[in-house]
């Protein structure tokens, strides 16, 4: 199974215990994701972020209905979590954020290690670049949101791995 890693990084002008409350409600996360993927949480009321919460949503991808289940194995306000696949179009998608402290506002890292079916036919063409766009309108919308311009503390990057 290949496993695929990607990282991306930007900078945003709050101290990490301003910006992390944006992060730990999970109902900001429809405000992130692109509207082309009509992303919806599906769990009822206000979830609770702390380590093993689940998280149930549904999207379409490439028109394709995807239910989604994640859970949320590592959590560390204001300094990190991962949130792991446990139902999805993924074989492995763990995907981790960082806030650190730079330059009197936070680096927001995240790092999402992944594989997929039939990898040798479908990254190239539609995983990686669906990756890459929807991490570009997230960076997107949270520099708008927090009121600053993208400013090249930071750029997406991507690192193939085998296991």
């Known amino acids: 199974m290949k496993i695929r890693e990607y990282k991306s990084e930007i900078w945003l002008p709050l101290a990490p215990e301003a910006l992390f409350p944006f992060f730990a409600d999970a109902a900001n996360l429809e405000k992130i994701t692109p509207p082309w993927l009509n992303?919806?949480?599906?769990?009822p009321g206000r979830i609770e972020m702390q380590e093993g919460?689940?998280?149930?949503?549904?999207?379409?991808?490439?028109?394709?209905?995807?239910?989604?289940?994640?859970?949320?194995?590592?959590?560390?306000?204001?300094?990190?979590?991962?949130?792991?696949?446990?139902?999805?179009?993924?074989?492995?998608?763990?995907?981790?954020?960082?806030?650190?402290a730079c330059d009197g506002g936070t680096r927001v890292r995240d790092r999402v290690e992944y594989s997929i079916p039939f990898d040798f036919a479908l990254h190239r063409w539609f995983v990686r670049p669906d990756i890459e766009k929807i991490f570009r309108y997230r960076s997107e919308q949270l520099h708008r949101r927090f009121g600053c311009e993208p400013c090249g503390h930071g750029e997406a990057q991507a690192l193939i791995r085998q296991a």
């Open 39 to 43: 992303f919806k949480i599906l769990n």
């Open 53 to 100: 919460a689940l998280i149930e949503y549904k999207l379409r991808i490439h028109g394709v209905a995807v239910r989604w289940r994640t859970r949320i194995s590592l959590w560390q306000p204001p300094r990190c979590f991962v949130d792991e696949q446990l139902r999805g179009p993924y074989r492995k998608w763990v995907h981790r954020h960082t806030f650190e």
